[in-house]
């Protein structure tokens, strides 16, 4: 006879394959579909999201978690007990949340990230006004239904990305960062510039393709349950046992297409390291966007960024670009990491990226809270640009328009960035030490060696511990700025030769 356990196993690892369909039709949407068809697959995602809600709000998946909680069995099942551990908290998530509000949250957010890549097109803050104004109201009333008692409302939608992370600890860590950032940018302005012009030249858009996908395959990313495609905004998503990485490409900036490559990369692999045998179930699942983040500033930046990859990857630039040719692999490290103030995340140095996001975490709990109006959007937007990292947002496209995020309804998501950089550098600082010298490695090559230690380390356990947990586990201390802050001095002090 089945058990409790099976019955709820089997039931949400059906639901889970519903969330990989609608996983497989929003990756469509972003990368192949044409833009007439938008209205219905906003409905076919909806209708899914409903689906997989009702599924997990059943009546018998409480009756099936009660009888798994007092089933001794179940219990001292280490893997057993993590999952029903994690349904419960799904599902107690999902139970306060009326089903109309998933389904109309799953339409609009389909329909305003439409919106949003036309408005953001047009340089049109006004054709997304209504669609911001309509999702900032809906993710109030998600906040309200989340909330525990005493709760803020931002620290409810944070607690889905980040499982225990609320507004206060992220200021706690935020402060001190934002005020030892801004320092290293005025000791930069003594230091030696580096010169990048060399590698603004433009190149043919299908040789950085080449060169990009030659570097993802030496990190270990598996074709054989992967692609590489292109879109507005780069992302990763898996589509069941299938990992759908983008990229984009211009003319003149090759590094950055190699920076967006290795970081949804970075993601990848996370994904492809979650095991295939816990599919359906809390372990195999990521354990929270902060720690995902972990894995792509991992290998995009302590890789991607170090001295020692550009001592790998120059001939193999040379080769694939047929350009590079005067130029040194320390030319190339001090290139890709030049210290510059910008008006876009994405595309922003190490070194400023993290005061980006200060500024969405800032406005972002004013929008849920009510304190901000979406129509002061933009000029909260453009004088905390001012304040943070002291440039002028000339318009809306390079301004508030930027991030397709509040379009999907993804409130409290953007600390998951910067959380993820403090913990690549901290994960980064123990492989080093376990590893023997990365940077060792890493000349070679031999990128496999800290893929593997990863996936041992973080990727296999999925949401086994909770990241607070997994942090210590993983580097015997909790999180903190220091070891990020010591990696960006270090290495900026080469860089500016200072
Ligand atoms: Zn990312």
New binding site residues.
């Given amino acids: 006879m089945a058990t409790a356990y099976d019955a709820l196993h089997a039931h949400l690892r059906a639901t889970s394959l519903l969330g990989s369909t609608a996983a497989l039709l929003a990756w469509d949407q972003e990368t192949q579909m044409p833009h007439g068809a938008g209205d219905r697959r906003a409905e076919q995602l909806a209708q899914l999201a409903e689906l997989q809600h009702q599924r997990m709000v059943d009546a018998r998946v409480a009756d099936w978690l009660a009888a798994c909680e007092s089933d001794p069995r179940v219990q001292q099942d280490a893997d057993r007990h993590a999952n029903v551990r994690e349904w419960r908290r799904d599902h107690t998530r999902a139970t306060r949340l009326p089903g109309r509000l998933v389904a109309e949250l799953a339409e609009v957010e389909s329909k305003a990230q439409q919106a949003w890549a036309s408005a953001r097109a047009k340089d049109s803050f006004h054709q997304f006004r209504p669609w911001l104004e309509r999702m900032v109201a809906l993710q109030q009333q998600k906040a309200d239904c989340l909330k525990t008692s005493g709760q803020a409302r931002w620290d409810a939608l944070a607690d889905l990305y980040e499982p225990g992370m609320n507004a206060a600890d992220l200021r706690a860590l935020f402060a001190p960062l934002r005020t030892a950032l801004v320092a290293l940018r005025d000791k930069l302005r003594g230091g030696a510039r580096p010169d990048d012009r060399f590698a603004r030249q433009p190149i043919d858009e299908s040789k950085q393709e080449a060169f990009v996908r030659a570097v993802l395959a030496a990190m270990g990313f598996d074709p054989a349950r992967g692609r590489l495609d292109r879109s507005a905004h780069p992302f990763?998503t898996r589509v069941g046992a299938d990992v759908r990485l983008t990229t984009r490409f211009r003319p003149d900036a090759v590094l950055d297409a190699l920076g967006s490559t290795m970081?949804?990369g970075g993601?990848g692999l996370y994904e492809q390291g979650l095991e295939d045998t816990h599919f359906g179930t809390p372990l195999g699942e990521a354990v929270s966007l902060g720690i995902?983040?972990s894995q792509?500033?991992l290998w995009e930046n302590h890789v991607g960024r170090s001295a020692a990859f550009w001592r790998w990857c120059l001939p193999v630039a040379q080769k694939q670009l047929g350009t590079f040719a005067d130029a040194t692999a320390d030319d190339l490290f001090r290139a890709v990491n030049v210290v510059k103030p910008s008006l876009i995340r994405v595309e922003a140095d190490e070194a400023t990226y993290d005061l980006h996001v200060m500024v969405r975490f800032e406005l972002e709990q004013q929008l849920i809270d009510g304190q901000l109006g979406v129509a002061n959007l933009p000029g909260e937007w453009n004088r905390l640009y001012r304040d943070y990292l002291g440039i002028a947002v000339p318009d809306d496209k390079h301004g508030c328009l930027q991030d397709v995020h509040w379009s999907c309804g993804l409130f409290g998501y953007f600390p998951t960035?910067t959380l993820?950089n403090l913990y690549a550098a901290q994960f980064t600082a123990a492989a080093d030490k376990a590893l023997g010298g990365l940077a060792a490695l890493v000349e070679r090559g031999q990128f496999a060696t800290l893929r593997e230690w990863l996936r041992r380390q973080i990727h296999r356990h999925g949401r086994r511990h909770s990241p607070a947990e997994l942090c210590r586990l993983v580097t015997g201390a909790p999180l903190s700025p220091a070891p990020f802050l010591q990696h960006l001095e270090q290495k900026l002090a080469a860089v500016y030769r200072l």
């Fill in positions: 990763c970081h949804e993601h995902h983040e792509s500033r960035y993820g």
